[in-house]
């Protein structure tokens, strides 16, 4: 008898758990949104959990490869935390190949480089303070840069047919400013020119401005304006041609130069002059000799922090410097295969199968790169629990506030209550992370979109991300 009280009670439970099991289906807003994109439901994998852990509440092709985009940074995150530590800093070592007297070198400046993902143009200028602090004003001699920690790149070209873009810059064992020049474009009234002016110091720097004011619509205007680099007399000579309409106003343009030892040079030559410093000689690839005598070391800003500036903006090659630096630190120079080697020896004690994951680069601007939304939710779940999990979270997009999530969703009560990193490219957009829903409940998702509609199927992350708030 008291077998048979206790079963309609069972039942009873079991009834009141169904609306939180697992729904293999898409939220009807969700599915709503793909069909006025034109998005079939199969070109969609949708993941969604709590974020401490436990079973997906929404699942939809969870465990279909697809191409995630820029959401591969997430791995990419959460390993370097893991293995390199909350404390890890690039190290940049300065010393001396010559005497120095009376502020004056005599022979070489040899930097060895460390790969720091972050050195951008004034936090170099620091370090050229540094130098004058230390009593060097005037160099007679070439500044060697040794860039042997990093193994040599394969050859390869541009991911698209903008070789132009900053998103195309490729891995530098010194790698200054992201590889990238910034200019502010500003257009006079139509058929007139474009003022154009540039926010990164460089010398010599000569800049051929052909671009012209057009009408119309401010829409894909950075690959409407062309530039190419080429060497000039110790410095860059930059060609810029094409059409930028004036309703697009005053903007920032990042172009990627391409030679990194020509770009070191001139942001070296730049700020070395602004400090009031001399320097007789040129930039050029070498060896550390043995003999140098160290002289500065620059450090990267801690782990966290360069992670932030990398996810915030979605900065590709800052995400390949990192995952270079997951090769290890027994001398040997650093390469993409034996990160990768490394980071899948990692990926099972942290609940992650690495035949779900196809990598080549840690940074999704890639054709290759393959994962699961189920594999990006474990991933999620992991990093959550890790002791890492601050510096983890606090380095994404928060919604309608800042980075690349900084216009979405802005005046929704979503605004502020999800860290959300997102990934676009030609036929690809997606978007993971974490969300505080509306009963105050943290929730873990992932969404990839692969098909040639889905640049157009904004909307569908946007109900994704309401439907998790609302459930």
Known sequence: MPAMIRLPAL???????LPGLCRATLPTTVARAAHEAALPADAIA???APAAGGAPFFTHNS?????????????????????????????????????LADGV????????????????????????RDWRARGLREIRGDIVIDTARFAPLPAGTAFDAAPHRAYNARPDAFLVNFGALTLRLQPAPAGAGVAV????????????????SGTGACTDWRNSVRASFTPAASGLALTLEG????????????????DSLAWAGAVIRAQWAELGGRWQGEVVEGATPPQAQAFSRWESPALPEVLRDMNKWSNNVMAQQILLALGGDDGRPLSAARAIGRLRDWMPAHGLDPAQWVLENGSGLSRLERTTAAELGALLQD?????RMPEFVMGLPVIGRDGTM????????????????TGTLDGVKSAAGYLLDAQGRWVAFAILLNHPQAPNAERVIEETLRALYAR
């Open 406 to 421: 900084r216009s979405r969703l802005v005046d929704s009560p979503l605004a502020g209550r999800g860290y959300v990193k």
């Open 11 to 17: 039942l009873l439970a079991l009834a009141a758990l």
């Open 383 to 387: 990093a959550w629990n890790s002791p």
């Open 63 to 99: 465990r279909q490869a697809m191409n995630p985009a820029s959401v591969m940074k997430l791995l990419t995150s959460h390993a370097a935390l893991e293995t390199l530590g909350s404390a890890h800093v690039w190290k940049t070592q300065a010393a001396l190949d010559g005497t």
């Open 197 to 212: 002016t540039p926010l990164t110091p460089a010398a010599p720097l000569v800049i051929t401005n052909r671009i012209a």
């Open 243 to 258: 059409r930028y309409p004036a309703s697009c106003g005053e903007r920032e343009l990042n172009l990627r130069v391409g």
């Open 46 to 48: 949708l993941w969604a």
């Open 105 to 128: 070198l005599t022979g070489r400046l040899v930097i060895t480089a460390g790969g720091d993902p972050d050195l951008t143009w004034d936090r170099l200028g620091l370090w050229l």
